[in-house]
């Protein structure tokens, strides 16, 4: 018998009513638990189910990944890119989750480090993108951005953001990044709105370093956000190196999911 973890969202309108229809469908067929104040017993869990929107099952992937277990998304935000299921769909795809009628498709993470002068460290990992910004609104971040060993340039900015594949599709989409299909093994550098002309976004090789310094005249707040969440605050003696994370997401596919008919059904309507 399968254990089916549920996260709902409860900000969001209706996640308890369709996560109580849930449990009622699954009754008898699966033993269900519910997570709650951050403990679960993740040993236990064979599949996360997730009711909410994209936000949700971002901040789901932060811990799925780590146990490896998949996540299945029922959409109840407004677009829903990473979810698998609309409301409609909901007893069709338990059906076919019970009968192991679905794929698991992994999702390539980032991951973070961060060094300070007295060689303390910070690690994150994420799903869909790090940003480099101010804390408060306005003024630049002034950064060095290495990719290996060659340096790239002094990127002055609003913020950059390094996004996964995964991650093309939301913030670095709307600050004119491109998308990236998820099985291509590549990262983005996204420059959000970037004082000089030659700064667009860069797609790098998923098997490259980057290297991240402020420069010195950089005495701004600078913070390192991941998957929308402030992690650290960037000081002028510190190094952030990004890597390709050894984590993955797992997220479960129901249908004959078609990445560019996705995006035409979600981004272009």
Do not use: W
């Not at 290495?146 to 996964?164: L, M, Q």
């Amino acid at each position: 018998m399968l254990t089916v973890l549920l996260v709902p969202n409860t900000e969001k309108e209706g996640a308890a009513y369709y996560a109580e229809m849930v449990c009622a469908y699954l009754k008898d067929k699966a033993e269900i638990l519910y997570y709650k104040d951050g403990f679960c017993d993740f040993d236990k869990v064979d599949i996360i189910i997730v009711f909410g929107g994209d936000g949700t099952l971002l901040e789901t992937a932060s811990y799925s990944s780590k146990h490896k277990i998949p996540v299945l998304g029922i959409n109840l935000g407004s677009l829903g890119f990473l979810a698998e299921v609309e409301k409609h769909e909901i007893t069709e795809s338990l059906d076919k989750l019970l009968s192991g009628d679905y794929t698991v498709e992994e999702r390539m993470m980032l991951h973070a480090r961060l060094v300070s002068k007295d060689g303390k460290k910070q690690e994150f990992d994420c799903l869909n993108d790090f940003v480099i910004s101010r804390a408060n609104q306005g003024g630049l971040v002034d950064l060095k951005l290495y990719i290996g060993d060659e340096p790239v340039e002094d990127f002055k900015a609003d913020g950059i953001i390094f996004a996964t594949p995964t991650g093309s599709s939301a913030y670095s989409l709307s600050a004119g990044g491109p998308f990236l299909d998820p099985s291509v093994s590549a990262f983005l550098i996204t420059p959000v709105c970037p004082h000089s002309i030659y700064s667009r976004a860069i797609v790098y090789s998923s098997d490259k370093e980057i290297s991240i310094t402020p420069n010195q005249k950089n005495n701004s707040e600078t913070v390192v956000i991941g998957d929308g969440r402030v992690l650290a605050e960037l000081k002028s003696s510190d190094r952030l190196i990004i890597t390709k994370s050894h984590l993955t997401t797992k997220l479960i596919r129901l249908k004959n999911h078609a990445f560019y008919n996705t995006l035409k059904n979600k981004l272009m309507h």
